[in-house]
């Protein structure tokens, strides 16, 4: 008899679903694919944002993105940054340069997101699982190699990937320009362009700026964030190059 117990517990125990296992680079890619973050590096985006316009342009590894303003196109590409005002491209101090290259550059990259996460630079960390508003999330760490990790390679990221779509809710990130600090952001709308998921934040920032980055969806469940901005998308279009 106590035999049969043990086979029937080890058949019960061997039928249980396990849950896989997956590495950072995994989900990475998988999130990168059910968002259809991939067809981005073949594409045309263009969108508004905050009363400016933007357009990206990226095929086979070169990239164009712009920014357009009152009589004022701002270009950022693979040879570096030019302004132009009314067509006549201007003199820029590189210390406005850098400033403006940097606004350019964050805007497309926060547009577009996962895509990028697969860039040489990028260093991908899996920290223990979380549950925000009793969903479960995969949680990604992101940290970026000096070399080839830009300006800002010092910048730590944090991805809350659901667990059942591998979609992204929630990110984290620190930053050190203008004085650093923290944000987390909070899904507000999605929409698909294309087969491509664009998002829609709310932006927070801790009420205590001890509160640790890995801590950040703890510190919004228990309402020690304060939202300061919405990060909204306007006539987002979209056309995949061949």
């Known amino acids: 008899m106590r035999y049969f117990y043990s086979v029937l517990l080890f058949l019960i125990f061997s039928c249980k679903p396990q849950e896989t296992t ?23 985006v263009s969108f508004k944002f905050r009363n400016r316009e933007y357009a990206a342009l990226r095929e086979n590894g ?7 303003f009152d009589s004022i196109q701002d270009i950022l590409d693979n040879t ?12 820029v101090a590189d210390s406005m340069a850098f400033k403006y290259r940097n606004s350019i550059n964050s805007v497309h990259y926060f547009s577009v997101l996962p895509f990028g996460l697969n860039d040489k630079a990028v260093r991908k960390k899996l ?5 925000i508003k009793e969903k479960e999330y995969y949680k990604v760490e992101i940290t970026f190699s000096e070399n ?3 300006e800002d390679f010092e910048d730590v990221f944090i991805y809350w ?21 923290k944000r ?18 709310q932006n927070f920032k801790p009420l205590d700026a001890k509160i640790k980055l890995s801590n950040l969806d703890s ?18 279009q979209v056309k995949i190059l061949d």
Do not use: W
């Open 148 to 150: 080839g990790g830009g």
């Open 80 to 91: 570096g940054f030019k302004r132009l005002i009314l067509g006549q491209t201007i003199n």
């Open 184 to 201: 987390f952001r909070v899904l507000k709308e999605q929409c698909s362009r294309n087969g491509i998921r664009f998002v829609d934040y």
């Open 219 to 236: 510190a919004f469940e228990n309402k020690q964030l304060k939202k300061i901005s919405e990060i909204i998308l306007e006539d987002i």
């Open 161 to 181: 990937i659901g667990k059942e779509n591998f979609l992204v809710d929630y990110l984290a990130y620190s930053y050190h320009i203008n004085g650093g600090g």
């Open 127 to 131: 920290l223990p699982s979380s549950t």
């Open 62 to 68: 070169k990239f164009q993105l712009m920014r357009s």
């Open 22 to 44: 997956l590495t950072a680079q995994q989900i990475i890619d998988k999130t990168i694919v059910l968002s259809g973050a991939d067809k981005i590096k073949n594409s045309e």
